[in-house]
């Protein structure tokens, strides 16, 4: 019998994640094509309340395994019942939407099962042999690769694949009791922190205003803030804003900071280094906003405006406002 | 103690990438290479670990062609005490899961307290070999570590961690892996005395056979995953780019964005 193609599917709050209904998605479409079951896999101290949700999403099964062990991320408590579940039921296809938690568990995974793992990937041929697209260099080229055995997992990047949606049908969701060895437990989690943040990380948001060394100081990116209040989007910051200590790394988009693929991406101060460019480069649409009208940032950009950004990004704010009424 | 930091020699990240038609590897021709960003991370906090707990022996070591060498050169000069090339033509094709089977084969036996790399070498951008080294020498894995401290006297290490959003602080028990994140120290830049003395301080080359690997586990053969095409993308934007003043340029881009792209 043809093997399963699963979906890794991430929860928070109870709800599956927007990139794991993306993964959902994107491993419906292969079990279609290959005529095979979906399933899904919840993983969690309260994974049942996700997989009731995902089970709506057009899985044929949902496996759900919940233990208390599970509260806080780790990666091997979580790769022995991931791990412990793929070799159970050895499905063809193991589908990740990319993130921190998803990298670090498919990478310890495969490793362990000497499975084929491709990471971030954009494009994927799945009708005959399985051939995925994914970037390297920081997506300065593009590489397609085949597979030498299964499993293969596959993490996806966010916002390239269509999330999937409920289908009126709701899955069977079997429930799983976690078998853990005592090394699982060799890392203590000792504290979480979640800072305070009134915006969405770079990496999760459909808007980015990023702004960069014409920001010139740290508390003139409150024009930045304010533009980015009206559109509900992330702040992000180039990597001369970040080197001098203006901005968190975390912020930082670019080769050594986040690659990212927002629906619109506005850079405002920022020249366009190749390193900052193929950080944001598969960015829906692009807009530069500096003074420089020969900024390399221009001969990427879908739109963009010269002129002082300490005037344009203030009108652009009270324009976006006024048209949001 | 003894700490082994895992370097790449990688294209610089100012380098403009070209790949000649048919090629599954990018054209070398004119360009830099410097240690992997996030290995320089992990490089530097063996320095400060040395600089903080005092006799702490560092390894640099690297998997590449001979002229990886040059990564291991510029770790002898920051302050590491010996270093590994891991080269052998039969890597030719190898993937991360190969590069981290030999990387583990060459860590073996070394008795390291902690391993150090990279949260990702910035030239395949895989993310896992760290973590697959880690797996094979049956060891706990942080990744992306933001901060580091070691009980040398308990055994143990307090790892501040990035996840999605949030972040952990994580107690585990020496010897384990952690590879870095940028905002864990500030590397520095040799100094011309140690760039004089590393000239005098030893590289050993391991090959396929030192490590005890059968031709099945290397190169093509042994890799999971094989690169049929390589390509540089190419996405064709607008470049409408508006000039003259805020007051008539900050409508005409709302309208754009709103009418014509559809993303407000």
């Given at each position: 019998?043809?093997?399963?193609?699963?979906?890794?599917?991430?929860?928070?709050?109870?709800?599956?994640?927007?990139?794991?209904?993306?993964?959902?998605?994107?491993?419906?479409?292969?079990?279609?094509?290959?005529?095979?079951?979906?399933?899904?896999?919840?993983?969690?101290?309260?994974?049942?309340?996700?997989?009731?949700?995902?089970?709506?999403?057009?899985?044929?099964?949902?496996?759900?395994?919940?233990?208390?062990?599970?509260?806080?991320?780790?990666?091997?408590?979580?790769?022995?019942?991931?791990?412990?579940?793929?070799?159970?039921?050895?499905?063809?296809?193991?589908?990740?939407?990319?993130?921190?938690?998803?990298?670090?568990?498919?990478?310890?995974?495969?490793?362990?099962?000497?499975?084929?793992?491709?990471?971030?990937?954009?494009?994927?041929?799945?009708?005959?042999?399985?051939?995925?697209?994914?970037?390297?260099?920081?997506?300065?080229?593009?590489?397609?690769?085949?597979?030498?055995?299964?499993?293969?997992?596959?993490?996806?990047?966010?916002?390239?694949?269509?999330?999937?949606?409920?289908?009126?049908?709701?899955?069977?969701?079997?429930?799983?009791?976690?078998?853990?060895?005592?090394?699982?437990?060799?890392?203590?989690?000792?504290?979480?922190?979640?800072?305070?943040?009134?915006?969405?990380?770079?990496?999760?948001?459909?808007?980015?205003?990023?702004?960069?060394?014409?920001?010139?100081?740290?508390?003139?990116?409150?024009?930045?803030?304010?533009?980015?209040?009206?559109?509900?989007?992330?702040?992000?910051?180039?990597?001369?804003?970040?080197?001098?200590?203006?901005?968190?790394?975390?912020?930082?988009?670019?080769?050594?900071?986040?690659?990212?693929?927002?629906?619109?991406?506005?850079?405002?101060?920022?020249?366009?280094?190749?390193?900052?460019?193929?950080?944001?480069?598969?960015?829906?649409?692009?807009?530069?906003?500096?003074?420089?009208?020969?900024?390399?940032?221009?001969?990427?950009?879908?739109?963009?405006?010269?002129?002082?950004?300490?005037?344009?990004?203030?009108?652009?704010?009270?324009?976006?406002?006024?048209?949001?009424? | 103690?003894?700490?082994?930091?895992?370097?790449?020699?990688?294209?610089?990240?100012?380098?403009?990438?070209?790949?000649?038609?048919?090629?599954?590897?990018?054209?070398?021709?004119?360009?830099?290479?410097?240690?992997?960003?996030?290995?320089?991370?992990?490089?530097?906090?063996?320095?400060?670990?040395?600089?903080r707990l005092g006799d702490v022996q560092?390894?640099?070591?690297?998997?590449?062609?001979?002229?990886?060498?040059?990564?291991?050169?510029?770790?002898?000069?920051?302050?590491?005490?010996?270093?590994?090339?891991?080269?052998?033509?039969?890597?030719?094709?190898?993937?991360?899961?190969?590069?981290?089977?030999?990387?583990?084969?060459?860590?073996?036996?070394?008795?390291?307290?902690?391993?150090?790399?990279?949260?990702?070498?910035?030239?395949?951008?895989?993310?896992?070999?760290?973590?697959?080294?880690?797996?094979?020498?049956?060891?706990?894995?942080?990744?992306?570590?933001?901060?580091?401290?070691?009980?040398?006297?308990?055994?143990?290490?307090?790892?501040?961690?990035?996840?999605?959003?949030?972040?952990?602080?994580?107690?585990?028990?020496?010897?384990?892996?952690?590879?870095?994140?940028?905002?864990?120290?500030?590397?520095?830049?040799?100094?011309?005395?140690?760039?004089?003395?590393?000239?005098?301080?030893e590289i050993r080359t391991l090959?396929?056979?030192?490590?005890?690997?059968?031709?099945?586990?290397?190169?093509?053969?042994?890799?999971?995953?094989?690169?049929?095409?390589?390509?540089?993308?190419?996405?064709?934007?607008?470049?409408?780019?508006?000039?003259?003043?805020?007051?008539?340029?900050?409508?005409?881009?709302?309208?754009?964005?709103?009418?014509?792209?559809?993303?407000?």
């Amino acid at each position: 019998m043809a093997k399963d193609i699963w979906a890794f599917i991430e929860a928070r709050d109870g709800k599956p994640r927007k990139i794991s209904l993306e993964a959902i998605g994107k491993a419906k479409e292969l079990a279609g094509a290959r005529g095979v079951k979906l399933g899904a896999v919840v993983i969690g101290a309260d994974a049942g309340a996700a997989a009731a949700e995902v089970a709506k999403y057009g899985p044929d099964v949902v496996y759900a395994a919940e233990d208390a062990k599970l509260k806080d991320y780790s990666t091997e408590p979580y790769a022995r019942v991931l791990g412990d579940l793929v070799k159970e039921h050895s499905p063809a296809v193991v589908v990740f939407g990319v993130s921190i938690l998803a990298k670090d568990l498919a990478a310890r995974l495969a490793a362990r099962l000497g499975a084929s793992l491709a990471g971030d990937v954009v494009g994927l041929e799945g009708d005959g042999e399985l051939v995925a697209t994914r970037p390297v260099y920081a997506g300065k080229a593009q590489t397609k690769v085949g597979f030498k055995g299964e499993p293969v997992f596959l993490t996806i990047r966010p916002n390239v694949f269509p999330a999937a949606t409920p289908d009126g049908k709701t899955a069977e969701v079997v429930k799983v009791s976690p078998k853990f060895e005592d090394k699982d437990f060799r890392v203590q989690v000792k504290e979480t922190i979640i800072p305070k943040k009134e915006r969405v990380d770079v990496l999760e948001a459909d808007i980015i205003v990023s702004g960069g060394r014409g920001m010139k100081a740290p508390e003139n990116y409150a024009i930045i803030e304010k533009l980015a209040d009206q559109l509900g989007a992330a702040v992000g910051a180039s990597r001369a804003a970040v080197d001098a200590g203006w901005r968190p790394y975390s912020d930082q988009v670019g080769q050594t900071g986040k690659v990212v693929g927002p629906n619109l991406y506005v850079a405002c101060g920022i020249s366009g280094a190749i390193q900052h460019l193929v950080g944001m480069s598969s960015s829906k649409v692009i807009v530069a906003i500096n003074k420089d009208p020969d900024a390399p940032i221009f001969k990427v950009c879908d739109y963009g405006i010269v002129g002082d950004l300490f005037e344009v990004v203030p009108a652009v704010t009270e324009e976006v406002r006024k048209r949001k009424g | 103690m003894k700490v082994a930091v895992l370097v790449k020699h990688v294209p610089d990240t100012e380098t403009r990438i070209q790949v000649k038609p048919g090629d599954k590897k990018i054209n070398e021709e004119g360009v830099t290479y410097i240690i992997s960003p996030f290995d320089e991370f992990a490089m530097e906090e063996a320095l400060l670990l040395r600089e903080r707990l005092g006799d702490v022996q560092i390894t640099a070591v690297a998997l590449g062609p001979q002229k990886a060498t040059e990564a291991l050169r510029t770790c002898l000069a920051l302050g590491a005490d010996d270093a590994i090339l891991v080269s052998d033509p039969a890597f030719e094709g190898a993937d991360a899961y190969v590069t981290a089977k030999a990387l583990a084969a060459a860590l073996k036996g070394g008795n390291y307290d902690l391993i150090l790399a990279g949260k990702q070498a910035v030239d395949d951008d895989a993310a896992y070999v760290g973590t697959a080294v880690a797996e094979f020498l049956d060891l706990p894995v942080i990744n992306l570590v933001t901060k580091l401290e070691v009980n040398k006297a308990a055994g143990t290490a307090v790892a501040a961690r990035d996840l999605d959003g949030y972040s952990q602080v994580i107690e585990v028990k020496l010897p384990a892996v952690f590879t870095a994140q940028k905002g864990l120290n500030n590397p520095r830049l040799p100094a011309l005395m140690g760039i004089m003395k590393a000239k005098k301080k030893e590289i050993r080359t391991l090959n396929a056979q030192a490590l005890g690997l059968a031709p099945n586990e290397l190169g093509a053969e042994g890799a999971k995953v094989e690169v049929k095409e390589m390509f540089v993308p190419s996405k064709a934007r607008k470049n409408k780019v508006l000039t003259g003043a805020p007051a008539e340029t900050a409508p005409e881009l709302v309208k754009l964005l709103a009418e014509e792209a559809k993303v407000l």
